[in-house]
T-cell receptor, first 107, second 115 residues
Framework: GQSLEQPSEVTAVEGAIVQINCTYQ??????LSWYQQHDGGAPTFLSY????GLEETGRFSSFLSRSDSYGYLLLQELQMKDSASYFC????????FGAGTTVTVRA | DAGVIQSPRHEVTEMGQEVTLRCKPI?????LFWYRQTMMRGLELLIY????????DSGMPEDRFSAKMPNASFSTLKIQPSEPRDSAVYFC?????????????FGPGTRLTVL
């Protein structure tokens, strides 16, 4: 089966940088995905890492180290609209989601 | 494209009643997934289909739950009989294919309340 760990909550101010770590244990692994979910909304795809290294998409970046079974999502230049839950998910022909990290951005 | 469509958006029913949730995936997507989200258990995969065929239903909680995909543009998740512990948000998601398996497109969800 799959097991993922990520922090439950993070609070930061506008303009700051936040890093959400994710460690995983899995019997099969193709990659690590990140999804964002605003309160009352649906999860939306943010990024995917199939290989080791950093993927950058605008203000968001994601990193993967397969040897360490570790990844992170980096949110830069935080904005109020970034207040949401962020989920890491292991891709093994299907997605297994972590419990999510609630990011609260304060003015 | 309209995205993944789910109906109803909200459902309130009484314990013991049958509940049917519906999903229309994005046209051309080969994979369809049903998830359940609760505060206690997070986001759980219930079942997924590839080209209308159920591939993995290991997440279906018990025999009261069943899912079908009669064609490429429609799927249902049925709960019979429903119980209060089934109260959750149920999401349907679709994905274009195995190479893009990493990105799933979620519908708006159905918020189910069983009294």
């Amino acid at each position: 089966g799959q097991s993922l760990e990520q922090p439950s909550e993070v609070t930061a101010v506008e303009g700051a940088i936040v890093q959400i770590n994710c460690t995983y244990q899995t019997s099969g692994f193709y990659g690590l995905s990140w999804y964002q979910q605003h309160d009352g909304g649906a999860p939306t795809f943010l990024s995917y890492n199939g290989l080791d290294g950093l993927e950058e998409t605008g203000r968001f970046s994601s990193f993967l180290s397969r040897s360490d079974s570790y990844g992170y999502l980096l949110l830069q230049e935080l904005q109020m609209k970034d207040s949401a839950s962020y989920f890491c998910a292991v891709n093994d022909y299907k997605l297994s989601f972590g419990a999510g990290t609630t990011v609260t951005v304060r003015a | 494209d309209a995205g993944v469509i789910q109906s109803p958006r909200h459902e309130v029913t009484e314990m013991g009643q049958e509940v049917t949730l519906r999903c229309k995936p994005i046209s051309g997507h080969d994979y369809l997934f049903w998830y359940r989200q609760t505060m206690m258990r997070g986001l759980e995969l219930l079942i997924y289909f590839n080209n209308n065929v159920p591939i993995d239903d290991s997440g279906m909680p018990e025999d009261r739950f069943s899912a079908k995909m009669p064609n490429a543009s429609f799927s249902t998740l049925k709960i019979q009989p429903s119980e209060p512990r089934d109260s959750a948000v149920y999401f349907c998601a679709s994905s274009p294919g195995e190479r893009e398996h990493n990105e799933q497109f979620f519908g708006p969800g159905t918020r189910l309340t069983v009294l």
